[in-house]
């Protein structure tokens, strides 16, 4: 079946899409690492570094890692166009670093119970980005930054105002178009957590549980206004800063249901516009 994937890629792909399942379900229910391999080998996903709908297998992921590479990336998304507008793949982007897309919902669990590959870790960008090998450097910062003072003013107030839901906050500057991201330590058991048990828990909880850290971009023009806003209008301040929270938790796939947010989101809304 190898050999046939690359002599026949066309024939292969049409193989994949009927019983490409029951491949991925061979990895979760076996209990040897060396056939989980050899079954991994026969998967396929597209690629940050393709185009759309060109697909690429582990093995030739890991023939082309990067110098001082040593984790296969992946970033599970509903689409390619939510994959690449993700603020976690937005952080390694600029890396010019590949990542595999899984689009199914399944995926992230076949690659947490595969875990690795040729000896090559299977990791999620948002475990990665969690990590954080690169913290900032707060007497360094861009110069469209916020100053060191606000940025830990800002803190403060927000462990403060999220108390219950963000487990700590601080800042990051790989990010560039998204004013924040959360991280939980295993991102993808997490999300496994939400949709099978989440229900049966309290928010508070499910919080605990979680331990959601919130990542800050303090180049970022609502991360800039919210500073101000923290002091001259706390109550919209708080309103803005749930909101955000909310919006991250969304991003990151740790939100079953959304409806609740929209309570918090009209509020907001209200607030805004009561001068108007």
Request: a negative charge.
């Amino acid at each position: 079946m190898n050999d046939k994937s690359q002599k026949e890629p066309e024939s292969y792909e049409k193989f994949l899409k009927d019983y490409g399942l029951f491949l991925k379900e061979g990895i979760v229910t076996s209990h040897e690492q060396m056939e989980k391999e050899e079954i991994a080998k026969l998967l396929r996903f597209e690629s940050s570094l393709k185009p759309a709908g060109e697909k690429v297998g582990l093995a030739e992921y890991c023939g082309k890692l990067k110098e001082g590479q040593r984790d296969v990336f992946y970033l599970a998304a509903p689409s390619r166009a939510l994959a690449e507008a993700s603020p976690y793949f937005e952080a390694l982007h600029k890396k010019d670093v590949e990542v595999l897309f899984c689009y199914e919902p399944y995926d992230e669990l076949v690659l947490m119970q595969l875990r690795e590959f040729d000896r090559h870790p299977l990791t999620s960008i948002e475990k990665e980005m969690r990590k954080d090998k690169e913290k900032p450097d707060l007497s360094n910062l861009e110069p469209d930054s916020l100053p060191r003072t606000e940025i830990e003013s800002l803190i403060s107030w927000l462990q403060k105002s999220l108390a219950g839901k963000a487990h700590t906050v601080s800042v990051t500057q790989r990010l560039d178009t998204h004013p924040c991201v959360v991280t939980v330590e295993e991102m993808a058991a997490a999300r496994h957590f939400i949709r099978t048990q989440s229900q049966q828990l309290p928010e508070e909880s499910r919080f605990a549980l979680l331990q959601p850290r919130l990542e800050l971009n303090p180049r970022h023009p609502i991360i800039k206004k919210l500073s101000k806003l923290s002091s001259s209008n706390p109550k919209l301040a708080e309103l803005v800063a749930n909101q955000l929270f909310s919006n991250a938790m969304v991003m990151a796939g740790l939100v079953e249901d959304p409806r609740p947010l929209l309570t918090g989101m009209n509020e907001l809304l209200l607030l805004a516009l009561e001068k108007h």
